[in-house]
């Protein structure tokens, strides 16, 4: 028997009987699967859809794999390093310059930034872990795989938590990655009564660094560098649509040396490949500035019904605010 399976089954029991309400307007997101199943492109699309909405948020985070350790606040233009906050706030934070709080202590971190802003609405990214939590809005995004299969638990797998935890969910975000949209019904979910909706991703184009938009070609020989729990179905994407050399894959939220950076220049050079193809994520964690390093560009394609559930809550937690001319996806 895995040994992970009796730790977690245990920690879930010790902080499920101490859980209590988020005392902030929250809503908390997560997974259960150490990464990949899409919680920071689903964050981004929450974001972008409570802005539109005008209502004043703020990101919570642990800040995983981040070199600094003690509680971290930023506000709007702030200048920050991303081994300050961690990869994915400060990827957030490029895009959308709203307040971050990053600490293990979620419930600290946003107390520190309610002392200086005015704060709607908590978003909790990968929060659905901390258990002695529940938030007003509680959702679950996993990859289709975990729903139709039982995966295997870390470290055999990369599977952190058990399938049912999905069942405290207020809803479920089933992800198909790049394949095609597709609705069908879920027995496993069904049964439960439980709200879920499809998503998969669109690939908008491919950029580099500068923010400029390339067009690689088919024909075009690349290597893909990734540092993401699991990089199968970008993987995949890739060797379908170019003519995939190499795969350098590292750990997940790796920070890459100047000594990763040689390799991967000289490894272009030897194959004489015309891309390095690598994720948006992995790149503000790479010190690479040449135009030859790109990412594709993607979007999370969720149902309309996600987003009149969102509008709906909303106008509950602010009756003031209506959002029905704007819900819906905003592309």
Do not use: W
């Amino acid at each position: 028997m895995n040994p992970s399976i009796f730790f977690i089954f245990t920690r879930n029991l010790i902080l499920k009987s101490i859980r209590k309400k988020f005392p902030y307007p929250s809503i908390g997101i997560g997974g259960i699967s150490m990464g990949g199943s899409g919680k920071t492109p689903l964050v981004m699309e929450i974001i972008k859809f409570f802005l539109k909405n005008k209502i004043d948020i703020a990101l919570l985070s642990r800040g995983y794999k981040r070199k600094e350790k003690k509680l971290k606040t930023i506000f709007e233009n702030s200048k920050v390093e991303v081994f300050e906050i961690g990869d994915e706030p400060f990827l957030i934070f490029k895009k959308f310059n709203i307040p971050i709080g990053v600490h293990k202590n979620r419930l600290l971190a946003a107390e520190e930034i309610l002392k200086k802003k005015n704060v709607s609405v908590f978003i909790l990214d990968d929060a659905l872990q901390i258990k002695k939590f529940y938030f007003d809005l509680n959702i679950y995004i996993t990859d289709e795989k975990e729903i139709l299969s039982h995966e295997r638990f870390f470290p055999v797998g990369t599977i952190r938590d058990f399938r049912h935890e999905i069942f405290s969910a207020d809803l479920i975000i089933v992800n198909r990655k790049m394949k095609e949209m597709d609705t069908y019904k879920v027995p496993f979910l069904d049964k439960r009564k439980k709200v879920y909706f499809f998503a998969n991703y669109i690939l908008i184009g491919f950029r580099n660094l500068k923010g400029e938009v390339i067009n690689p070609s088919r024909r075009d020989y690349v290597i893909l560098v990734t540092g993401i729990a699991d990089p199968t179905s970008l993987k995949r994407f890739v060797a379908k649509n170019f003519i995939l050399v190499e795969h350098l894959k590292f750990m997940d939220h790796h920070y890459y040396s100047q000594k990763d950076v040689d390799r991967i220049l000289k490894l272009k050079e030897r194959l004489k490949c015309d891309y390095i193809i690598t994720t948006e994520k992995d790149l503000v964690r790479m010190p690479l500035r040449e135009d030859f390093i790109i990412y594709p560009e993607i979007k999370i394609n969720i149902e309309k019904k996600f987003y009149d559930y969102l509008s709906g809550f909303i106008n509950k937690i602010n009756p003031s605010q209506k959002c029905d001319d704007i819900s819906g996806p905003h592309r």
